[in-house]
């Protein structure tokens, strides 16, 4: 998500970061810069009558791959291969 926000021409303030999304929400609620969040974790991260403003991306949408990695020997390859099934229809 850096390289989103680098290219929106967004920089970082120093070494000022934070990794939950409940910090990351808390400090832009205090004015401390913009975050990118989740569209999952809005209702239950951002309260409804917060000062928050919440903007979806413009088309198209910035996105990632996401990769599921198993030993070739792990007793539970089934059960990976299933879930890898599930995810990827």
Do not use: Y
């Not at 680098?6 to 070494?15: C, K, M, Q, V």
């Not at 004015?31 to 239950?44: A, C, F, K, M, Q």
């Not at 088309?59 to 291969?81: D, M």
């Amino acid at each position: 998500m850096l390289t989103v926000c680098h290219t929106s021409g967004a920089s970082e303030i120093g070494d000022f970061r934070a990794s939950s999304l409940n910090t990351l929400i808390q400090m832009v609620a205090g004015g401390i810069g913009i975050t990118l969040l989740p569209r999952l974790s809005l209702e239950v991260e951002v309260p409804q009558l917060s000062q928050i403003v919440t903007l979806p991306f413009r088309k198209p949408e910035p996105g990632r791959t996401i990769g599921l990695v198993w030993r070739t020997t792990s007793p539970r390859a089934h059960e990976f291969q299933l879930l890898a099934k599930l995810l990827v229809p």
